[in-house]
């Protein structure tokens, strides 16, 4: 805050200057963060830090809730989610749990561990990284690097030192930091080796949630990403770590922003590493829930469906279809199913879809229910 702004607040004005655009006011003998009052706060020696950050001769605040046991003379503002005083270093957020389906958002305040306050100090800040002379930590939670002097971070999930190469805090074994580049979200390289890098976003692999591996035949100097999970070199073409032996690198690309999982060269269209063999590729196109057809053929992912009747073939929802004749999810024809009363059933957890005779859950038929 500029001095200007202080003596006036000091004096009671009401002129909010830079604390108003923070959020903290200073008003008619009061502070407030928005509209709530700060019923806590010492209205003279009270300071707006930044736009969530502030302090008094008590200690120091975030988004208006005191932080208990803070120094308020030597708490300082690092950036809109770490603060410290002489003592302590502290990271905070206002946040959406997105794991319990939660709408509102919620303040964290928490201390972090066994962090040393007077050589603490942000690191590309666009990304939550911070360190001090022991330990890098990102989003307030500290992990160890090889060298924390020339540790840089590159991304939410990656970051380098002179050493090694790092995904998701972790050092990628065998990496050379020196030469460790990020290329897309889901990949980077050194000088000898290109890798696959997923986590909880990404669709498993095996089951394993978070991981990186090396990606066997791809050459470092050539090597870019094309869409989310494809890539090329000068010589292949790849999905996440695997060689698509056919594709033509040169003519290779993802089928379009949206579709990840789809992609096509000159002459050939593919499912993830699968070309999809017989697709038409002039006449092919994409429906939903991985359908897709040419001028003759239906196809589930890689799959075609021979029987399946183009010219009455819809598709529904969760992974169903019908045409005149058959019911089908993923790729299986619902043997009893009966595509003239066939429809999806919503709001209800035992089922999801229905024809006149059964009921059915995730493709497989159950017992109707009244």
């Known amino acids: ?10 004096l009671g004005l009401g002129i909010l200057g830079g604390c108003k655009k923070s959020g903290y006011q200073t008003k008619n003998g009061s502070v407030y963060y928005k509209d709530f009052l700060m019923r806590s706060a010492d209205y003279g020696s009270f300071q707006a830090l930044n736009s969530v950050f502030a302090r008094d ?50 303040d964290r305040i928490d201390r972090v561990v066994a962090a040393h306050a007077p050589s603490f100090e942000i690191i590309g800040s666009e990304y939550a990284y911070a360190k001090d002379k022991i330990r890098v930590y990102y989003e307030g939670r500290g992990f160890a690097v090889a060298d924390v002097a020339s540790f840089v971070p590159l991304s939410p999930q990656f970051g380098k030192d002179k050493r090694v190469g790092y995904y998701q805090q972790a050092p990628i074994l065998g990496s050379n930091g020196v030469f460790f580049t990020m290329v897309s979200r889901n990949f980077a390289k050194d000088k000898r080796t290109v890798y696959y890098c997923w986590n909880t976003l990404d669709i498993p692999i095996g089951g394993v949630t978070s991981g990186v591996r090396a990606i066997q035949n791809a050459l470092p100097d050539s090597f870019t990403a094309v869409g989310m999970y494809y890539a090329t070199d000068k010589n292949h073409a790849f999905y996440k770590d695997k060689l698509i032996s056919e594709a033509d690198p040169i003519t290779f690309a993802q089928w379009g922003e949206v579709n990840v999982h789809y992609a096509l060269d000159s002459t050939r269209i593919y499912f993830q590493h699968h070309r999809i063999k017989g697709a038409d590729r002039q006449t092919f196109s994409l429906l939903t829930d991985d359908y ?79």
């Open 1 to 10: 805050m500029k001095p200007l702004h202080i003596l006036l607040s000091l």
């Open 57 to 106: 001769k008590t200690g120091g605040y975030y988004r208006g809730i005191p932080i208990d046991s803070t120094d308020g003379t030597s708490f300082a503002a690092l950036d809109d989610h770490y603060a410290k005083d002489n003592a302590t270093v502290y990271f905070c957020d206002n946040y959406i749990d997105f794991k319990l389906f939660e709408t509102t958002r919620k």
């Open 292 to 370: 897709a057809q040419d001028s003759q053929t239906i196809f589930y992912q890689d799959h075609p469906l021979p029987n399946a009747d183009q010219k009455t073939f819809t598709v529904l929802e969760y992974g169903y279809a019908k045409d005149a004749g058959r019911v089908y999810y993923d790729r299986k024809a619902l043997a009893t199913a009966d595509p003239a009363s066939f429809a999806m059933v919503t709001n209800e957890a035992d089922r999801d879809a229905a024809d006149k005779t059964h009921s059915y859950a995730a493709g497989l038929r159950i017992e109707r229910t009244e």
